[in-house]
């Protein structure tokens, strides 16, 4: 959709982040998983303070996308842990890609995956990986799109509730 702009978030965004990271979790996936969980979660391990203080960590670039004035998604990117099947190559991973729910389908998405391949690309980078839920059909096809393959699995404790991610990579 054009009209989106993409730009480099700063600690002065860390609320908006947070805020934005809450609802777009909770949009996409309370429908899937029990009341108790998505609160466990949310109020323990995905807690406003932890995903603010994200904002400050070096290895973290946050990218936030506009439609005009509005909030309309973010991605994060980060270099840190490796998966095995990655070590002694050069790549960067995307930790979070959300667009708020009533832009989905509209450019949100498109926009800020090519801006992490394009920043992965920048800083010399060969792969761009992550993580995605397996029943996360619509983000599969999404991430399949733009080329990417599932490498491993790992697993992800969302409240009590243990659940298999997808590991998936672009070569680039």
């Known amino acids: 959709m054009p009209g989106i702009v993409i730009r480099i978030a700063?600690?002065?965004?860390?609320e908006l982040i947070a805020d934005l990271s809450h609802k777009t979790f909770y949009d996409s996936y309370a429908i899937y998983n029990t009341k108790k969980n998505m609160e466990k979660f949310l109020n323990e391990q995905f807690t406003r303070q932890k995903l603010i203080e994200e904002v400050s960590q070096p290895w973290h670039i946050?990218?936030?996308a506009y439609l005009v004035n509005e909030p309309v998604g973010y991605v994060k990117?980060?270099?840190?842990e490796i998966p095995l099947a990655l070590v002694n190559r050069p790549c960067m991973e995307i930790a979070?890609?959300?667009?708020?729910q009533h832009m989905i389908g509209k450019g949100v998405g498109s926009t800020l995956m090519q801006t992490s391949i394009d920043v992965a690309l920048q800083k010399r980078k060969k792969v761009l990986w992550l993580g995605v839920w397996e029943k996360?059909?619509?983000a599969i096809d999404f991430?399949?799109?733009w080329g990417?393959?599932?490498f491993g699995e790992h697993n992800f404790l969302l409240g009590d509730e243990l659940q298999t991610d997808w590991l998936m990579k672009?070569?680039?």
């Open 148 to 150: 990417f393959e599932k």
């Open 77 to 80: 990117v980060r270099e840190g």
């Open 170 to 172: 672009k070569e680039l």
């Open 96 to 100: 979070r890609i959300y667009s708020v």
């Open 10 to 14: 700063s600690e002065r965004d860390a």
């Open 143 to 145: 991430y399949s799109k």
């Open 62 to 64: 946050f990218f936030l």
């Open 136 to 138: 996360n059909q619509r």
